[in-house]
């Protein structure tokens, strides 16, 4: 399985890889020394804290680089008139009755919390590449599905505006 990533995205991992070597990892490891020289170990809290802090940010760093290694680049360009990544889509749910405003990301940028939606979630999937206006299926899985109207779609969003998630 790859993640669908940007080459924004891949940018910004690496910019975190980069910093968590180079400034993380070398704090974590003064840390670690800096409490093992406390004393006995089996008991010593500062010492496994740093240690856990330490083997987190070394986690985080796999983690970053393996999604990179395995990511599919996608292009963040649309047409004006149909629904691309980091543009604010305005939705009408039929079965609700309501309007609801979201950004379709790449999956490491979703955040629904903050109308961050991924094009792998089954919204961000149907409403991909439709125009203003369409009406369009958003199944969730094989027994359930819902209809959406396209109100209307806006700009792209400013990059710097959404960050990459944090696990």
């Not at 993380?24 to 089996?42: P, T, Y």
């Not at 940010?57 to 996608?74: D, G, Q």
């Not at 919204?123 to 959406?148: D, M, P």
């Amino acid at each position: 399985m790859y993640d669908e990533l940007t080459k924004q995205d891949i940018a910004k991992m690496e910019e975190e890889i980069e910093y968590r070597k180079l400034i993380v990892r070398k704090k974590a490891l003064e840390a670690v020394k800096e409490a093992r020289a406390h004393g006995d170990l089996s008991e010593n809290f500062e010492y496994h804290a740093a240690k856990k802090d330490k083997n987190q940010n070394e986690s985080r760093i796999r983690y970053l680089e393996k999604m990179i290694k395995t990511a599919k680049i996608v292009s963040d360009e649309s047409k004006e008139d149909e629904v691309g990544l980091h543009n604010t889509v305005e939705v009408y749910f039929e079965e609700e009755d309501e309007t609801e405003t979201f950004t379709l990301v790449t999956t490491v940028r979703g955040n629904s919390l903050k109308g961050l939606i991924s094009t792998e979630s089954p919204i961000g999937k149907a409403i991909f590449g439709h125009k203003a206006g369409e009406r369009v299926e958003v199944k969730v899985n094989g027994e359930y599905s819902y209809f959406v109207q396209i109100k209307s779609i806006g700009k792209q969003v400013n990059e710097e505006e959404i960050s990459i998630r944090k696990f």
